[in-house]
């Protein structure tokens, strides 16, 4: 097969140019990979552009008190954020507050504890369950998991833990706490798998490393893994934060449309997402539209803040890592 | 510095007893195995070793890539059972007492016989933090900060690190790290210490300090080491253990050729193998 090549080295001297085809080609992927970036940045741009324009109206005539104020009346166009705001934060909090330990166990169990054999399959069937649409997700929240908070958990929660003013009230079969779980099912197999790409990244000689001190599994867990991972494992419960933030659809199968800030997680209420899916295709009044947009608007800030809040921690606590004090 | 130590590409020198030669049965036997054979899946990596491992000196393990020669430290504090695949037949005794015996824990084994490994690895904390890690761990916490300084001087790194011991662990150099790994594992004071190769990814200077370490460390330890430079262990070890590849129709495994006092190894091998190995001549 060799048999063409030349055994005389070119004595030619180097071109002066490069090639025309070299630079073509080299000009391509540059102009190509360059606008697939920038048409990125740029959709990024424009969206929010037209977020705020849309939501211009309810901005100018309601300005920042719109975001302080309670209420959605729409018979006399008093639209104000709070109730919303404050239905967004307890579910995602709640919500992130269950499945922050949980996943951190799973993706433990699966990177370290499980039978080998069984890892790649649990793990597998961990991560389908973010496949399931989260249209479904709400309509067995509906039609199963309601009825079951509504009749069987809330009761319980509040015979013994009645005391917490998050389990106050009387039991629903709609409300914030089925929200709460739909929520959790929802975060949980992102950030346990995150959690366990993340502990499996754990260099093998720094898990040895404790196990030849005589230290345990869990003393290695603790001390090796856990602070190795510290920065990933924050980045990824972010992620799953905004996930709980801007998820509509589920919400609003199952959130029952109430209105007020409550503590109890029992009753009915409304987030931001949810509000704007509820609403918008029945709008009757061109500044209820931009009060909604000015929702999606707020939406939009804080999923952006969330997400630069989870790059920056992991910009910094890698720097750690590789070596600054 | 002393210039023997300096001079690694030198011809091999080796150890001179530094007291007068004890004959092998006044001294402590801390390791015995019999029959030992480690396996992964069904390949034997190492078969059937009968060797035993004396207190208060250097061990060496030499031979050739593939002998098995890891493995064999591995096995001697259990760190084989983290692969899941490995299987170990026969019997390491520890002072008498079977480590792969029923109802052994391995964590307690290792409490006892601590291991540095190839690749000095640090743990992401403060200089400080990775001596007193293991000492927290095992509950030594009584007078942590002296512990913590006695394990630095005993590692001969307490006068290099003295004033940063709260910074990062990574910003020592790779000589500097692996003898914070060997503060760390005397920290927790061990009865042996494994080294596995722990010299091999340092250059000569750091090396020549970890030697001239583990002359020391053989006052209050039992130190076994695995090494692929002869002149390393001519240089520290008082008895030298060569392992060699043995080829099968299936592949091969390693075995303990000779064991004797190091200068016997070097200079009147009892086996043509060993001879062709420390002159050279090993293909």
């Known amino acids: 097969m060799s048999a063409r090549v030349s055994a005389v080295p070119s004595t030619q001297p180097l071109p002066e140019r490069r090639r025309i085809g070299d630079r073509f080609g080299d000009l391509f992927l540059h102009g190509l990979t360059g606008a697939a970036a920038a048409a990125a940045a740029v959709l990024l741009g424009a969206i929010a552009w037209k977020i705020f324009q849309l939501a211009w109206p309810a901005i100018t005539k309601y300005g920042f008190a719109f975001v302080t104020r309670q209420g959605w009346d729409t018979v006399h166009n008093k639209f104000g954020a709070l109730d919303l705001i404050w239905g967004t934060a307890l579910t995602s909090f709640a919500a992130l507050l269950i499945a922050t330990p949980l996943s951190i166990a799973i993706g433990l169990y699966l990177s370290e504890l499980a039978p080998r054999g069984a890892r790649t399959v649990i793990a597998s069937l961990v991560e389908l369950l973010a496949a399931i649409p989260s249209v479904v997700l709400g309509l067995w929240g509906i039609l199963v998991l309601g009825p079951f908070v509504g009749q069987d958990l809330e009761p319980w929660l509040h015979r013994h833990l009645g005391f917490i003013p998050l389990f106050s009230g009387s039991p629903e079969n709609a409300g914030m706490l089925v929200a709460v779980l739909v929520l959790t099912i929802m975060i949980v197999p992102i950030t346990s798998s995150i959690c366990r790409e993340l502990f499996l990244g754990v260099p093998t000689e720094l898990e040895q490393g404790a196990l030849a001190l005589g230290a345990t599994r869990w003393e290695m867990v603790r001390g090796v893994i856990l602070p190795y991972t510290r920065s990933g494992v924050s980045a990824a419960i972010l992620l799953g934060f905004g996930r709980a933030v801007g998820e509509a659809i589920a919400v609003t199968q199952v959130i029952g449309a109430g209105h007020g800030i409550h503590w109890s997680l029992f009753v009915t209420g409304d987030t931001l997402a949810s509000k704007l899916a509820e609403q918008y295709q029945g709008a009757v009044s061109n500044i209820q539209i931009a009060s909604l947009v000015y929702l999606a608007a707020i939406l939009l800030v804080i999923s952006l803040l969330v997400n630069l809040t989870a790059l920056f921690i992991v910009r910094r606590f890698s720097h750690e890592r590789i070596g600054g004090s | ?283």
């Open chain 2, 1 to 283: 510095m002393e210039a023997d130590t300096m001079n690694v590409v030198a011809p091999i020198e080796i150890a001179q007893p530094r007291e007068a030669p004890r004959s092998a049965s006044d001294l402590e036997i801390v390791f015995e195995t019999r029959g030992l054979t480690v396996s992964y899946g069904k390949a034997p990596a190492v078969s059937d070793v009968d060797l035993s491992i004396y207190r208060n000196l250097v061990t060496a393990i030499i031979g050739p890539s593939g002998c098995g020669k890891s493995t064999f430290l591995r096995s001697l504090n259990r760190m084989n059972d983290l692969v899941p695949s490995a299987k170990v037949e026969g019997e390491v005794l520890y002072h008498g007492q079977n480590i792969y015996g029923d109802g052994v824990d391995p964590v307690e084994v290792r409490r006892r016989i601590g291991m540095v490994f190839q690749k000095p690895n640090p743990f992401p904390k403060s200089i400080y933090d990775n001596v007193a890690w293991g000492l927290r761990v095992l509950g030594m916490k009584d007078d942590l900060d002296s512990r913590v300084e006695r394990a630095l001087t005993q590692a001969a790194l307490w006068d290099e690190v003295k004033d940063r011991l709260k910074k990062s662990a990574f910003g020592l150099s790779g000589g500097q790290q692996q003898r914070l790994c060997i503060a760390r594992a005397i920290a927790v004071e061990p009865d042996v210490v494994l080294l596995d190769e722990p010299a091999s990814a340092l250059d000569p200077i750091a090396t020549s300090k970890i030697e001239d370490l583990m002359h020391e460390l053989k006052n209050e330890y039992t130190l076994v080491i695995v090494t692929h430079n002869m002149q390393q262990a001519a240089r520290v070890a008082d008895m030298t253990a060569f392992f060699t590849l043995e080829r099968t129709e299936s592949g091969g495994h390693g075995v303990l050729v000779e064991y004797d006092e190091t200068p016997k190894i070097f200079t009147q091998p009892a086996d043509k193998r060993t001879e062709g190995y420390v002159t050279g001549r090993f293909g």
